[in-house]
């Protein structure tokens, strides 16, 4: 039975995924989430219900325009496979408990910073205060009123924190050296776990960024470096091994 919910939470992330392609990319242009349907961005033809089938339309159409034969990218496959494995991984994690919501509502939005940052360098108030107002409802509904304004405080704390870094690091590198959304996503992820945890998201998320980021100087010669998903890699890994405060200071002590 347990195979079967996680094939159907995969067969969710598939469908979810195509849906926070659209939300990411619209988002950032300004465009209608609703309206017009789904089409091709060069010929704006209006895509049929079996061009829209996640991934299976993709290897279908093999990754062209059905009408103008453009190249589709390769990202909404990934993006939606991507999703899919989140999803499952979330149930398998978590079960049917409330911290299966949560895992879900995290990993939508991981996904959606994820489009709107690799493509736009960009992540949205819209998205970011959404969330966030869905994660206090969550938190109220789950640890009560006191916890939840508790963890308001921790998301706070982490929105400092990044503030500061961001201001040491305009000054110590004389240009931008952190993006508003970064540490307003900080400070929503902040939100979800203790601050020790968040600094350790953070100390993980740098170290993941920093050869990406050489590459991209090198080889690309690009100083522009989105770290939304450097952040949400970081903190996929802490919610999925479960690491809390205890396990860092256990860490810390026997160092």
Not at 12 to 39: D, I, M, Q, T, Y
Not at 58 to 68: D, H, S, V
Not at 226 to 242: E, H, K, N
Request: net charge positive.
């Amino acid at each position: 039975m347990e195979v079967f919910f996680i094939i159907v939470f995969a067969l969710f992330g598939l469908v979810f995924g195509s849906f926070f392609n659209v939300v990411g990319l619209r988002l950032c242009k300004g465009e209608n989430l609703a309206f017009p349907g789904s089409h091709c961005p060069k010929c704006n033809h209006m895509l049929k219900y079996y061009e829209l089938v996640p991934v299976f339309s993709y290897i279908f159409l093999k990754g062209r325009c059905k009408n103008c034969k453009e190249k589709i990218s390769i990202m909404y496959p990934v993006i939606e496979m991507f999703t899919a494995v989140l999803f499952a991984v979330c149930y398998y994690v978590y079960g049917f408990t409330p911290e299966l919501f949560l895992g879900l509502l995290l990993c939508s939005l991981f996904i959606i910073i994820i489009v709107t940052d690799l493509n736009y360098y960009i992540i949205p108030d819209s998205i970011v205060i959404t969330f966030g107002i869905l994660i206090f409802i969550y938190n109220i509904i789950t640890k009560g009123i006191l916890d939840a304004a508790t963890y308001v405080l921790f998301g706070f704390i982490m929105f400092l924190f990044m503030f500061a870094l961001m201001k040491f690091g305009n000054f110590l590198f004389k240009e931008e050296s952190l993006g508003g959304g970064d540490i307003k996503l900080m400070g929503i992820l902040g939100m979800t776990v203790k601050p020790l945890v968040s600094a350790l998201s953070l100390t993980l998320a740098a170290i993941i960024a920093l050869p990406c980021s050489l590459f991209f100087l090198i080889k690309k010669k690009d100083k522009i470096i989105p770290f939304g998903p450097f952040i949400v890699a970081a903190f996929i890994i802490l919610i999925f091994t479960g690491i809390d405060t205890k396990d860092i200071i256990d860490f810390l002590m026997r160092m």
